[in-house]
């Protein structure tokens, strides 16, 4: 029913929603496919799509940040009327993931189709469909206020290469540090918990990750010949990842849980007071995975949530062809991920990944440490900061019902985003868990976003009052 009697963002959000979902279905046919570089034209296309429709909706300051090296961003600004209120910049990204394997998806992911109330199509979720509902909650601010401009001063920066790992954020923030600067960062690229208990996310994990590689000889060798007289690489690796994990699911590396920040008892108490399904979480989210397991004494939601963790990502060495092939190997490779959590940092990690395998190293074998990029650092909000407390209650007045606190174990770039511009970052999400994201049939759940605009809406009414400059 349109028209709540509480606040008139409702109404406001449902006359607007239509319109809303004819633009995102829009948006979503361009395959801004950021880390493919045939597709980069299309992230522009993308970020001019984005740059009209904030023109359209009347931002004053609208600009495509597309001079390089950093895919096109897109960056907008729009005062309050109030020069003592404060500055919230909204963060999201409109670079998409790739889409292979395509025969998997049910409908082509860049000719968005609308199922009941779902939204399918590669950006639904992530990120398009979240940063749409922005504009969505800006215009129904607007609305239900009577206001020609936002009570907050709204800056939205939607960068275009968050799915290649943020490559040249630094360089962004840098070069546009006036721009940006603000008192608090909405960050929007994070799920609720479940449909039926809505949550506001308070952390994200960070990640880092290596390719180790274990050679022996020139060349592969007889086994007849040389095997057993020599040291097998493959074993070499097989071990060293054996050794990655205790009996108890402990990561090995040396210090890896120095200075690791453990979740307070509230916020444990909180995570176990939410419903939680294993077994549709196993088929839905875990891809169907046949039990849920990992680090002794810590939940599913917490092990994904606020634990490290090693991962294998891929193994390869000697033959896997057809038939036998009875030779000893000379090299072997292992792609090695891990989850960060909140008191550890990449740089410090990869050190002691190093350290690990040098000390897994036998003689004979040359081992090689190659890392992937910088890394992403891991990022928790302060539960207790008044933007949550506000984040709670507008969500708390969207959904009609308590909101408890969550996190997500994904990565994002909110600790730099926290690190460059030196103020809190908040989580402002309305996505979830299971809407496929980087897979095939990515969908998003429209009323949700309906909801999530509807809160960021309220937000923007309310965060005057409980943010003191
Ligand atoms: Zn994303």
Known sequence: MAGDSRHPERAAVTALADGFLAGLREWLTIPSIGTDPAHHADVGR????????????????????????????????????DPDAPTVLVYGHHDVQPVDPLELWQHPPFSPVLVGEELFGRGASDDKGQVAMHLLAVRAHLAATGQAAPSVTLKLFVEGEEESGSPHIRRLLDDHRTDLACDLVVFTDTPLHERDAPTVCTGQRGVVGAEVTFTGGSSDVHSGRAGGGVPNPVTALARLVGALHDDNGRVQLPGFYDGVLEPSEQERADWASLPFDETAWLAHNAGGAQVASGEAGWSTLERVWVRPTAEVNGIVGG????????????????????????????EVVIDQLRSFVLAHTPAGVHAEVEVRGEGVPPYAADVTHPANTALREAFEAAFDQPVRFSRTGGSGPAALLHAWLGVPVVYLGATLPDDRIHAPNERVVVPLLLKGAEAAAVLWRILPERLVR
């Open 46 to 81: 993308s970020a001019s799509w984005l740059a009209a429709a904030l023109r359209a909706d009347g931002w004053p300051q609208v600009e495509v940040w597309d001079a390089g090296p950093a895919l096109p961003a897109v960056y907008a600004c729009w005062p309050s009327a």
């Open 319 to 346: 033959y896997t062809g057809p038939g036998l092939k009875t030779i000893v190997p000379s090299r072997a490779s292992v792609k090695l991920s891990f989850r960060l959590v909140p008191g550890q940092r990449p």
